[in-house]
């Protein structure tokens, strides 16, 4: 599911791991944290799973509610998880960017088909006048 044999996957997870070590007292030492140092929750998914959740969000292209359903978690922790792990992957490989050139016309062009579509369709009606009022 995530796109990557065992072997590669504990490669990447090894990688990763010093830079989460290194990442993590940087943000917990940010000027606007409320609680003290150990305060607070404990992550509920190991580094590994976190990291294959992301790895899945990446090569499976779900929602972030599906993945929260599959990893029992709710999809604004998902979204939390992905926002950690992504800058750290980052350092790791270069993450592919699906960015898509469009001119201006061809923009315009989209616009209209996919707001302004006016096709008329049939509605089926009574036939009596009297009830055809309540349609």
């Known amino acids: 599911m995530s796109g990557l044999s065992l072997e590669k996957f504990d490669q990447l997870l090894e990688q990763l791991e010093p830079l989460w070590q290194e990442a993590q007292p940087k943000r917990l030492a940010r000027p606007d944290r409320r609680r003290a140092l150990g305060g607070g929750r404990n992550y509920a998914l190991p580094l590994s799973d976190r990291l294959l959740l992301l790895l899945m969000y990446y090569r499976l292209y779900v929602s ?41 016309a061809e923009i315009e062009q989209l616009f209209f088909e996919l707001f302004f579509d006016a096709t008329e369709q049939p509605i089926q009606r009574p036939q009596r006048k009297a009830k055809q009022k309540q349609y």
């Open 64 to 104: 972030q509610e599906t993945l929260g359903f599959w990893l029992d978690m709710d999809d604004s922790a998902v979204s939390r998880r992905i926002r950690q792990l992504e800058p750290l992957l980052a350092q790791v490989f270069r993450i592919p960017e699906h960015k898509i050139e469009m001119s201006e």
